[in-house]
């Protein structure tokens, strides 16, 4: 109690100040001594003090900080109209007075109370770090609110002590370090002169201090800390830009308010061009930033992702393209023989190609279709005069023939895809003349691209260097064009290579179907690729047979006109998923999270409801046996606690429309009546037991409450 007392008495002074000036009333100083002896006293408490409670604490200050400055500035407003209104009525007493006024009114504009609360907040923080040894979150929060009203004075200490009880905290040395170098003076100045004449301190500003902490923190945390070298590269580039700056307003010089003169000197073009860059500094100013990329790769030599964000880094800053360079360099010298050095490569040269167009102008319209003809053309050019100039395409020769591989063939190809696309989109011309040669449109590029591409593709065939990825992005790119019968090809003759391939299989079928549906004749119909697919696939592979089995089934139901043969057809397939489903814990979704498929293709309970409406539709003593051996003979309708939510959505409507077939199919006799109300009631108790398991979901718990309700109003209905 005491020292609650010690602490409130503090505080007369600056809160008799605060009322003495109108900021507060009497009544608000009353409330605000009473809600801080009330807060103290929580905080004095032996046992049971948690942080919320000086959370708590600190959030109702800086509330009323906040309300300081605002009855502050309100009250200076209210002088300086008085004052106004005065001076425009001429009135002779104010002009007697004028010298005591003034003497009043900068005493009246400050005071030991404007700084009263941010100082108890200090307190407050401080005592909170030390109560609870110095927890990451209140540190991070007590650097914002210092940042936030301008406590710069107290920055270095917070990050200090900060780092000295979380050493590991990466993000923490980087802040300490940016506060150490860029300091707060841009801040000051954009928030303008504060009412009242509230300024801070200029603090930071200081590369040593900066570069200090930065090799303190690589040094404790060891020197695979990605993203601590990332930053201390970043801090070498904003110290280049500062000196660019300072270089060219001593060059320049300064006007009378301050600012960089204009060079308004008539010169060559050159020169000119050279003013437009920026002044030109001594390349052994970027020494310090490639030391620090060299340490970097040395310490982290295997990751060639960090190197590229050295070259993204690099981007956001002028003049480096020397440094770009030099990582690149790195690049192609340590990773010159694996697919993503090579991406890498293509993607910079790509850049390069982009930046260099920017300087040209082209008026090439945009118009036409795009297509491929295998046949010879006298008037086209050749293999190089197409690639000329263009060093991207050149290097997509030259990683193909260093890594003749499928991952390398595919990534030039959906890079080469890439840029079609973007030609054929329609954007404007200075977005895409980097891939414009001479008197050429957008869509001429793009037949151009088309023809590399399917050249590529041609390689790969004649080189053997084939994969399901490769030929799906092979087939994906003939259909795009408008050649659904050579993509048909395409698949055809890697499917019958490799015969247990699902996907491939899926998708030569997709694309069989596509040409039917369109009046052309395929190799093979889409419904007989799927039954020899099923042959072949064996039955362990759980994911690929029932991809397989699923799409074969809506195949058959879709295009075969109903009949005994396609009736017994279907029952059999249904047999096996039935049998290859048992058990939702082994459920195809749940072995195929890393298959490139999608939930409807492993929706198990969409083609039960699809096959069982076929039944409906077509053979009704049918359709009673199937839902009773979904339900009551396997373990999938169990539970849906493993299911995806399209898959319980599917089985919601599998389970309604069970319900609707037997209340469309009422007995006329007795004992038939019976039977029927037991089956609805079976029914509805599955139903209620299946979504019970799901019941995480508000949604299915007012589901199980529903079939509840039914359950009840069936069994007690006459």
């Known amino acids: 109690m005491e020292q609650v007392q010690s602490i409130l008495e503090r505080m007369v002074a600056p809160l008799k100040d605060l009322r003495d000036r109108g900021i507060f009333t009497q009544e608000e100083i009353h409330s605000i001594v009473q809600r801080r002896r009330s807060s103290e006293m929580t905080l004095q408490r032996r046992s049971g003090v948690r942080k919320s409670d000086y959370l708590r604490y600190i959030e109702e200050e800086v509330l009323l900080e906040r309300l300081r400055k605002l009855r502050k500035q309100k009250v200076l407003l209210e002088m300086r109209n008085k004052k106004r209104e005065a001076q425009e009525n001429d009135e002779e007493e104010e002009d007697d007075e004028e010298p005591g006024r003034r003497k009043k009114h900068a005493y009246q504009t400050s005071g030991p109370g404007d700084a009263h609360i941010v100082s108890h907040l200090h307190f407050i923080y401080q005592r909170t770090l030390k109560k609870f040894k110095y927890p990451i979150d209140v540190v991070l929060n007590y650097a914002q609110f210092a940042r936030d009203f301008k406590s710069f004075h107290m920055m270095s200490r917070i990050y200090a002590e900060g780092l000295q009880h979380h050493p590991r905290e990466e993000g923490l040395w980087i802040e300490a370090a940016s506060f150490e170098f860029f300091g707060y003076v841009a801040q000051d100045y954009e928030n303008g002169p504060q009412i009242g004449g509230e300024t801070s ?28 070298w990332l930053q201390y590269f970043a801090l070498e580039l904003h110290y280049v830009q500062k000196l660019r700056g300072r270089r060219e307003i001593l060059e320049l010089g300064l006007n009378k308010d301050g600012l960089p003169l204009e060079d308004e000197s008539e010169g060559s073009d050159e020169e000119n061009d050279q003013g437009k860059r920026g002044v030109q500094l001594p390349s052994t100013l970027l020494l310090p930033s490639q030391i620090i990329f060299k ?18 880094t690099c ?28 991406v890498a490569r293509i993607s910079y040269a790509d850049e390069g190609c982009k930046k260099r167009a920017s300087k040209r102008g082209t008026g090439n319209e945009d118009v036409g279709f795009l297509t491929v003809d295998n046949e010879e053309d006298e008037g086209r050019p050749t293999k190089k005069a197409r690639k000329e100039g263009d060093p991207a395409l050149a290097l997509i020769d030259e990683a193909l023939e260093a890594v003749p591989t499928p991952p390398m063939y595919l990534e030039c190809a959906r890079f080469l895809r890439m840029r079609i696309k973007t030609l054929l989109e329609g954007r404007d011309e200075d977005e895409i003349k980097y891939l414009l040669q001479s008197s050429e449109n957008s869509v001429e590029a793009a037949q151009r691209h088309a023809e590399i591409l399917d050249g590529i593709y041609l390689s790969a065939n004649e080189n053997k260097v084939s994969s399901t990825s490769l030929t799906l992005d092979n087939a994906d790119f003939l259909l795009s064009i408008g050649l659904p019968a050579k993509a048909e090809q395409v698949l055809a003759a890697a499917s019958r290579a490799d015969i247990v391939d699902a ?8 694309v069989s179907q596509r040409m039917e549906a369109a009046g052309m ?35 058959i139901m879709i295009t075969g006109p109903p009949s005994k043969p396609v009736d017994e057809e279907l029952k059999a397939l249904f047999q096996k998923m039935l049998l290859v489903a048992q058990g939702s814990e082994f459920s195809a979704r749940s072995e195929s999270k890393n298959e490139e498929t999608d939930d409807e293709e492993q929706n198990l309970a969409a083609v039960f409801l699809s096959y069982f409406r ?53 007995p006329s006799t007795s004992k038939e009546k019976n039977l029927h109300k037991r089956q609805l009631c079976k029914l509805y108790e599955s139903a209620v037991s299946c979504f019970s398991s799901a019941q995480n979901d508000s949604r299915w718990r007012k589901v199980v409450d529903e079939y509840r309700k039914q359950l009840q109003r069936e069994k007690y209905s006459l």
């Open 201 to 228: 301190t200029v603090m930071g500003s200081s590369i040593q201090n900066a570069r200090v902490l930065m090799q303190r923190g690589l040094r404790i945390n060891g020197k695979n800390s990605q993203e601590l």
């Open 295 to 312: 340490n970097a790769i040395k310490a982290i030599p295997g990751n060639i992702q960090f190197r590229l964000r050295f070259v993204e």
């Open 315 to 342: 981007r956001m800053f002028p003049q480096t393209e020397q440094l770009e360079q030099y990582v690149m360099d790195s690049v192609t010298e340590d990773f010159g023989e694996s697919v993503e050095g090579w």
């Open 503 to 510: 996907s491939l299989q899926l998708r030569w079928s997709q």
């Open 521 to 555: 004749k395929p190799s093979s119909s889409s419904v007989s690729i799927l039954r020899r697919a099923l042959r072949n696939i064996p039955m362990h592979d759980r994911a690929s047979y029932l991809m397989v089995l699923t799409e074969l089934m809506n195949q």
């Open 614 to 666: 076929y039944t409906v539709l077509n053979n009704t003593s049918a359709s009673r046996s199937i839902y009773t051996s979904v339900l009551y003979h396997s373990n999938y309708g169990k539970k849906c606690s493993e299911m995806s939510a399209v898959e319980i959505q599917s089985m919601k409507l599998f389970y309604d429309a069970c319900i609707q077939f037997e209340m469309t199919n009422k």
